[in-house]
């Protein structure tokens, strides 16, 4: 298990579903960037740093309209590699929201 303390322990559960083909594999990018990464003061801290690294590792803002192709993790076919900034923004973003409260509440009890 990941220390509790850091960032990447809130990309240890994997979504129930999945915007695009290539957001597993972001999703993936990020938990290892986050790896040893302290948890943030504040949740606004940690929203800012999930969006800084979504654009360092896609090349796109997350407040980017329509998906796109990283080619970096496109394996093949139509739509690998296709990253949907809309499913970062509308349920990556509320979801890492709540586990960082719940993750908070669990360190300070």
């Not at 129930?16 to 290539?22: C, F, K, N, V």
């Not at 003061?41 to 803002?61: C, K, N, Y």
Request: proline share 7%; net charge negative.
């Amino acid at each position: 298990m990941t220390n509790p303390k850091t960032v990447a322990t809130l990309f240890e559960e994997e979504p129930m579903s999945w915007g695009l083909r290539g957001d597993p594999h972001l999703w993936s990018e990020m938990r290892e960037h986050f790896e040893g990464k302290p948890l943030p003061e504040s949740v606004d801290e940690l929203i800012m740093l999930i969006e800084t690294m979504f654009e360092a590792l896609t090349g796109h803002p997350i407040s980017e309209r329509d998906s796109f192709v990283v080619e970096r993790i496109s394996d093949g076919g139509m739509s690998r590699g296709m990253i949907s900034p809309e499913f970062w923004r509308d349920k990556v973003l509320p979801m890492m929201r709540v586990r960082y409260f719940d993750l908070q509440k669990t360190i300070h009890e």
